[in-house]
C-alpha cells in the first residue's frame, strides 16, 4: 500500500474524532500528544497495514518517487527502530525471495536499542557514533550495499540551532559510511531539520552524487521541522576538505 492519505467526507461520516482527557500525573503536553497519535489517520493506517509505525509511510512515499527499494538490493538502515523502515525494505528488495523470478535482497538494520525481530531483516543494537562502529557494520554486512539509509535522530534539547548541528551531525556520519560502502550508483536517504544538509556536508554529497533532492514526503507531520535528504546516482567517495 502506498501514496499519501487523503481525507474522508461525506454524509453519513459520523465524527471520529477522540478527544484524551486529561489524568492526573500526566503533562499538558502528554495528552496533546495521545490525543493527536489516536486521531492521527497514518497510525489508524499502521496499525492496519501491519507496520510498527507512521514513519514507515515516509519511506514508502520516498520510494515510490526515487524507487531505490528494488528487488535485490543490499540495504543499510541506521537508527531502525521500532522496525518500519525496514519492513517496507524486506517487501520491496524481496529479501524473504517471496517474489518469483526476481532477486533477493538483504535489509541489515541497527539501532541503539534493541528491535524486536523482523523476518527478513538482520537487525543489531549498536551506537553508530561509538569509534569502529562504521567498521562493525561494515563486516554484518560483508560486502558492498545499494542503499543507505537513516532515521536517526538526536533527543530534542527544544533549542533549534542544537537540535539541527545534532542532527546534522548524525546526517554526516551516515554519509561518512555512505561513501566508504555504497556501489555505484547507490542511494542515500537521510533524516535533516528544515534548513536541510548545508555547508561542507553538501558540498561533499554534491560531489559523490549526481542528484540531491530534500523532500518533505507527505506522512511527515505538517507541524514537524524535518526532512530528508535523498542522494541518489552515487559516483565514489569524495576527496576530503
Not at 517474489?99 to 543489531?124: F, M, N, P, W
Not at 552524487?209 to 535528504?229: C, G, Q, W
Request: hydrophobic share 40%; charged share 30%; with cysteine.
Amino acid at each position: 500500500m502506498s501514496g499519501p492519505l487523503k481525507p474522508t467526507s461525506g454524509r453519513g461520516r459520523r465524527d471520529l474524532f477522540v478527544k484524551v482527557k486529561s489524568a492526573k500525573g500526566r503533562k499538558l503536553s502528554s495528552t496533546l500528544w495521545l490525543q493527536r497519535q489516536l486521531n492521527d489517520p497514518y497510525v489508524m493506517r499502521a496499525k492496519a497495514d501491519g507496520y510498527r509505525g507512521r514513519a514507515a509511510y515516509k519511506i514508502i512515499e520516498l520510494d515510490d518517487r526515487f524507487r531505490f527499494l528494488v528487488p535485490g538490493a543490499r540495504v543499510v538502515d541506521l537508527g531502525c527502530a521500532p522496525g518500519g523502515w525496514c519492513q517496507v525494505a524486506v517487501d520491496r528488495v524481496n529479501a524473504l525471495g517471496a517474489k518469483k523470478g526476481k532477486a533477493a535482497g538483504r535489509v541489515l538494520g541497527v539501532d541503539l536499542q534493541e528491535v524486536e525481530a523482523i523476518r527478513g531483516a538482520e537487525l543489531h543494537v549498536l551506537d553508530f557514533l561509538e569509534e569502529g562502529a562504521d567498521d562493525r557494520v561494515r563486516e554484518w554486512l560483508g560486502g558492498r550495499a545499494d542503499v543507505v539509509m537513516s532515521d536517526m535522530a538526536a533527543a530534542a534539547s527544544g533549542h533549534q540551532q542544537t537540535d539541527h548541528l545534532r542532527i546534522i551531525a548524525l546526517c554526516e556520519a551516515a554519509a561518512e559510511f555512505a561513501f566508504d560502502v555504497l556501489e555505484p550508483g547507490g542511494t542515500f536517504v537521510a533524516k535533516v531539520l528544515a534548513g536541510g544538509a548545508e555547508g561542507e556536508l553538501l558540498r561533499r554529497l554534491k560531489a559523490a552524487f549526481t542528484r540531491i533532492s530534500h523532500v518533505k514526503p507527505p506522512a511527515s507531520r505538517k507541524d514537524s521541522s524535518e526532512k530528508y535528504l535523498v542522494a541518489t546516482g552515487f559516483r565514489g567517495a569524495p576527496p576530503e576538505a
